[in-house]
Each structure stands twice: as structure tokens, then as C-alpha cells.
């Protein structure tokens, strides 16, 4: 597969499963969470790192920071966005108005870093960077949204059962 094809390729991807986070995201605020929702993704999404295995996606230092700070920087806004409401004695995810443009604006920026690095950066490497930018912003966002819940949680009667 041709360096442009592999980049379209992986692009129509990525925005498949952002398009997919936010669906999932909006049918999430509709039930009560639990800390196992809050806790898991990123454990799940932690397998990725397995790519590392294979040199072509290796990363250097400088990469490897780039990366973790930008991704870092991008969870401020899913943090912003990600509030909790007792509702029946239950903890839901506040719906943000904000929050699917924000997930939108996140993609549309990624994809014009993406179209941009690839020029100068390897595909193998970029992939590898995107997955650490994406696991750096989501770590951070669920440590917020745990701290967010337990306080949450202890505002509940102490007879209220959650799991």
C-alpha cells in the first residue's frame, strides 16, 4: 500500500471510530455510569500499545513527548466538558452541549496534524504517536472523571447501592 493511501486509509478510520466515540458518548448520558465505566476504557484501549513491538512504530524521545504533552493538553477540554448529576440516586454524565464540538474540533485538528506530519514523519511512527496523543488524553480525562464520581458518590444516602 502506497505512504498517501495508507494515510487516507487510516484517516477514514480514525474519524469512523471518533464518529462512533461520540455516539457511544451521547447514548452513555442516557444511563447511570458506574466506576467500571469510568475505569475500563483506558485499561482496553492500553492493549494498542502492543504496536510498539513492531519497529516501524517505534518512537523516539522527542516524539514521545510531543505526544504526551499535546495529548495531555487536548484532555483539558474533555475534562471541561465532563461533569456528573445525581438524578434518583443515581450518577449520570452530564450531557455538554459543548462536548460533541469539541470531540469534533479534536479529530478535525487531528487529521490536519496528521495530513501535515506525514510529509515529514512515517506513517508507522505517526500511528504510533497518534495512538500515545489519544492514550494521554483519555488517561487524564478518566483519572478527572473518577475523582469527579467518588466525590459525586459520597453526596449519595449511604443505603444507595452502586456498583
Excluded at 486509509?9 to 480514525?14: E, F, G, K, P
Excluded at 447514548?27 to 475500563?40: D, M, S, V, W
Excluded at 494498542?48 to 513527548?65: D, H
Amino acid at each position: 500500500m502506497s505512504k498517501d493511501m495508507s494515510i487516507i486509509v487510516s484517516t477514514v478510520i480514525a474519524t469512523v471510530m471518533a464518529l462512533g466515540v461520540i455516539v457511544v458518548r451521547l447514548k452513555a448520558a442516557k444511563k447511570p455510569t458506574n466506576l467500571k465505566k469510568i475505569i475500563l476504557p483506558p485499561f482496553f484501549m492500553s492493549t494498542g500499545a502492543l504496536m510498539y513491538i513492531v519497529p516501524q512504530f517505534r518512537l523516539n524521545g522527542s516524539e514521545i513527548l510531543e505526544a504526551i504533552c499535546i495529548g495531555m493538553f487536548f484532555s483539558l477540554f474533555l475534562i471541561k466538558t465532563s461533569k456528573f448529576e445525581i438524578v434518583d440516586n443515581e450518577i449520570y454524565l452530564k450531557r455538554s452541549k459543548s462536548f460533541v464540538f469539541i470531540l469534533l474540533g479534536l479529530l478535525i485538528v487531528r487529521i490536519i496534524m496528521k495530513l501535515y506530519l506525514s510529509s515529514s514523519i512515517d506513517v508507522g511512527q505517526l500511528s504510533g504517536m497518534f495512538f500515545l496523543l489519544a492514550f494521554s488524553m483519555i488517561v487524564p480525562w478518566r483519572l478527572a472523571m473518577y475523582k469527579s464520581y467518588t466525590k459525586m458518590r459520597r453526596q449519595l444516602p449511604s443505603n444507595t447501592i452502586i456498583t
